[in-house]
């Protein structure tokens, strides 16, 4: 009888270890994460070239439709009222509602940006120009098709943030066919700003 207590008792406090586990890994912080993978890639190559493969894959899934999407739906989700909050007299003097919507815009877009030269600093051509385009795609269907209320405060801006980002991934690539590749795209998809 007591055997049996015992590996009951024992397969309980495993089922409590594993759920406590379970719960750990479901609230790690993204750094604890990043921490917690470097050490297991460095404690075994094996793990390591796992990482490295399932990492690889991850950052090569590049939807240009879905990255279209979501620059539409973050831009298009700026509030007008926020741009009215932020815009006018400040502690460095005033901001206008148009500068203020170029900011907002900008700080909207910053991400994208960042994913699209760190594709290029990683030598994933394709993946930097399909992302890219994705990210120009976004930008100009937001100026073409947003009825926000917003967009009336930022009608230069869109199209300035596209050249911007267009001149950024031309400089960093090395690929004239990639180049060319865009030109056709931007034909195609943004023909209202292909030049």
Request: charged share 35%.
């Amino acid at each position: 009888m007591e055997i049996i207590s015992l590996k009951l008792a024992a397969a309980e406090a495993e089922r409590s270890v594993k759920k406590i586990m379970k719960d750990v890994l479901s609230e790690i912080k993204p750094e604890e994460a990043l921490v917690i993978l470097r050490y297991l890639a460095k404690s075994d190559s094996n793990i390591k070239e796992k990482i490295l493969s399932i990492a690889e894959d991850i950052v090569k899934d590049v939807d240009v439709e879905a990255i279209c999407d979501d620059v539409f739906f973050v831009l298009d989700g700026i509030d007008v009222h926020e741009l009215w909050n932020r815009a006018g007299q400040t502690s460095d003097g005033y901001a206008s509602p148009e500068e203020m919507a170029f900011e907002m815009i900008e700080e909207e877009l910053e991400p994208f940006n960042q994913d699209v030269i760190r594709l290029c600093e990683l030598n994933l051509s394709e993946e930097s120009k399909l992302f890219c385009m994705g990210v120009l795609k976004g930008i100009y269907k937001y100026d073409q098709e947003s009825q926000s209320e917003f967009k009336d405060w930022a009608v230069d801006v869109p199209g300035e943030c596209f050249g911007y980002l267009l001149d950024e991934w031309k400089k960093r690539c090395k690929n004239e066919e990639d180049i060319r590749e865009m030109d056709i795209f931007l034909e195609k998809g943004c023909s209202g700003w292909a030049k």
